[in-house]
């Protein structure tokens, strides 16, 4: 069995900080890429930010130079720091992690965290 779980979501001003924490534990033998998606009332999950295994980076275009991926690997963890928050980027973020379980798994699954409000007031 696998968990993701999110942390670290809230209220906070526009113009403000926030970060997330996405944790994944149980039978893990490596996670490969990691992303932050977010959905806003009324809209499609759209993704947010995306580091890969190698380290590699991607952002919306939207959020590319206010928001900020990491990952520790010996944690399985990953953070979304989240700076110069705007009204528009309110929306329940969620994490999603493609995670081998075993040495022995041919492909990677799929796992998806319950979703964290971040809510950024005007």
Same mark, same amino acid.
């Not at 959020?63 to 980027?89: C, H, W």
């Not at 493609?98 to 007031?121: A, C, M, N, P």
């Given at each position: 069995?696998?968990?993701?779980?999110?942390?670290?979501?809230?209220?906070?001003?526009?113009?403000?900080?926030?970060?997330?924490?996405?944790?994944?534990?149980?039978?893990?033998?490596?996670?490969?890429?990691?992303?932050?998606?977010?959905? @806003?009332?009324?809209?499609?999950?759209?993704?947010? @930010?995306?580091?890969?295994?190698?380290?590699?980076?991607?952002?919306?275009?939207?959020?590319?130079?206010?928001?900020?991926?990491?990952?520790?690997? @010996?944690?399985?963890?990953?953070?979304?720091?989240?700076?110069?928050?705007?009204?528009?980027?309110? @929306?329940?973020?969620?994490?999603?992690?493609?995670?081998?379980?075993?040495?022995?798994?041919?492909?990677?699954?799929?796992?998806?965290?319950?979703?964290?409000?971040?809510?950024?007031?005007?």
């Amino acid at each position: 069995q696998v968990q993701v779980v999110e942390s670290g979501g809230g209220l906070v001003q526009a113009g403000g900080s926030m970060r997330l924490s996405c944790t994944a534990s149980g039978s893990i033998y490596r996670i490969n890429d990691i992303a932050w998606y977010r959905q @806003a009332p009324g809209s499609q999950r759209e993704l947010v @930010a995306i580091i890969r295994s190698g380290g590699s980076l991607n952002y919306q275009d939207s959020v590319r130079g206010r928001f900020t991926i990491s990952r520790d690997n @010996a944690k399985n963890t990953v953070y979304l720091q989240m700076d110069s928050l705007k009204p528009e980027d309110t @929306a329940v973020y969620y994490c999603n992690m493609h995670i081998f379980r075993t040495y022995w798994d041919l492909k990677e699954s799929d796992y998806w965290g319950q979703g964290t409000q971040v809510t950024v007031s005007s």
